[in-house]
């Protein structure tokens, strides 16, 4: 059966997106008339076939082969192959590899009392704010947890977190710039930021040359995991710059639109605080063994990222034919993966724009299909950092939720745009006091 979809466009589908104000509107629409499983013009990829449901997500889940226009962007930020894109014959042992560290307890045990100790300090700093003085969430969050996994990922001692950061942030503005032709207010920032992913790489190396001069390495130790496993200098330079580049505006964000749906429903900051109380007494903040008790909290998470998914979009290419419910679809077509409308499914999320936490009890998640809920991807391309972001983001709620109660900033509207990363265009600012006042 021929696959239902809009007719083809001259400018490859950009107005209709624009139209419908921006990819996501664009996806409900195309899912709503058409039904699950849609053929569209993707800009970037031509056609692509765009599939929202959640039993015939099934299907493809296996597939092991992202196409290479759409993450091309990501070229210039790897030296040995773009890793977004890499064969699976190679993206099988590095995979595995990251899910070693990433996934591990070993590595979310070690680092969790810096994490706590960054949350810690935000929080003293927010609970000092100035009366009537707005907080920016989503910057200061991103900036936070990209301190925690330059920690992670660099280690402390020898690196000079501020100068990374720095460093880091110079190349992201040039290059996510240049994807969304942004112009840029600095003239020189193609020259700084290749200075500075320059400066990146040779901390990496410096990095790599402590560990193989002292030999010894752990499970909690990504480039000593790396050093360890063989890999090259580059693809081991490669690896810290995509790890850094995925995990750090993700995991704030998450936390940032948490926060923002927390000060519009207030009933369930209490719940979340009242189970703050419960768990951490009069400590300020939670040990590792104490998140697993915060199941409300998690809840909350959840819901969260169902409704405002950090990474909202996906692609795989097929390398095979593909039978997808009542449709044929050949090898080499590009699959887009469209979470957030996932997220939103109606058949399988009632009042899908309704936050409800509710919706994560282990007796409701029972009933829903497995892919119903994807923030963190699907199948062997997806999130190898799922783990240590879920960790990240409970402890930084659970040490500001302790201590602070968040409200809407009046006046100020929260609207979001699709980037890299689900991002609000105009930041998250919220008014911030202490609990106890
Ligand atoms: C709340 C935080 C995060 C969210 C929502 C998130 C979400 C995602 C999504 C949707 C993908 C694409 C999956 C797919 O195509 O099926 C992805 C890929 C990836 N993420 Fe995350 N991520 C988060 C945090 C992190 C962290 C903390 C790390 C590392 C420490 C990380 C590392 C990666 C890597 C390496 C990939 C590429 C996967 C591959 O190609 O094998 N992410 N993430």
């Avoid at 309704?354 to 062997?380: C, H, M, N, S």
């Amino acid at each position: 059966m021929r696959i239902p979809g809009p007719e083809r466009q001259e400018d490859g589908g950009l107005s209709a997106v624009a139209a419908a104000g921006g990819l996501h509107r664009y996806q409900l629409r195309l899912h709503e008339a058409y039904g699950p499983v849609v053929r569209f013009q993707l800009p970037g990829a031509d056609t692509a076939v765009s599939v929202a449901d959640p039993v015939l997500l099934e299907a493809t889940a296996h597939i092991d082969t992202r196409p290479e226009e759409l993450f091309a962007f990501l070229d210039p930020l790897c030296e040995a192959g773009n890793l977004q894109v890499l064969p699976a014959d190679e993206h099988t042992p590095w995979r595995r590899l990251l899910l070693s560290v990433l996934a591990g307890r070993p590595a979310h045990e070690r680092h969790f009392a810096r994490f706590a100790e960054l949350a810690r300090e935000l929080a003293d700093r927010w609970a000092g704010q100035a009366d009537g003085e707005p907080v920016e969430l989503q910057k200061e969050l991103t900036a936070l947890s990209l301190r925690m996994i330059c920690g992670f990922a660099l280690g402390g001692a020898e690196t000079d977190t501020d100068r990374v950061v720095a460093a880091f942030e110079e190349v992201l503005t040039e290059h996510l710039g240049r994807l969304y032709q942004v112009a840029r207010a600095d003239p020189r920032s193609a020259e700084r930021a290749e200075a500075a992913l320059a400066y990146l790489r040779a901390t990496v190396d410096r990095v790599v040359a402590a560990h193989r001069s002292d030999g010894r390495t752990d499970r909690s130790d990504l480039i000593g995991a790396l050093v360890e496993a063989g890999q090259s200098p580059a693809r081991i330079r490669d690896t810290v710059m995509m790890t850094l580049l995925a995990a750090h505006h993700t995991t704030g964000v998450a936390v940032s639109w948490t926060l923002h749906l927390l000060g519009r429903h207030p009933e369930a900051a209490d719940r979340v605080a009242a189970e703050l109380d419960q768990v951490l007494g009069e400590r300020a903040t939670p040990d590792y063994g104490d998140l697993r008790r915060l199941t409300y909290l998690d809840m909350v998470l959840k819901e969260s990222m169902r409704l405002f998914p950090p990474g909202p979009y996906g692609a795989r290419e097929t390398t095979e034919d593909l039978v997808l419910g009542p449709y044929e679809i050949p090898a080499g077509t590009t699959v887009f993966y469209p979470f957030w409308a996932v997220h939103l499914n109606p058949e399988h999320w009632p009042e899908p724009e309704r936050f409800d936490p509710e919706r994560f009890t282990p007796q409701e998640v029972a009933k829903r299909p497995r892919l119903a809920y994807v923030p963190f991807g699907i199948g062997p391309r997806s999130c190898e950092g799922a783990a240590l972001a879920t960790v990240e983001a409970q402890v930084v709620l659970a040490v500001l939720l302790k201590r602070l109660r968040f409200r809407p900033a009046p006046g100020h509207e929260v609207t979001q745009v699709e980037r890299f990363v689900l991002w609000a265009r105009d930041g998250i600012r919220m008014m911030v006091r202490p609990r106890d006042l």
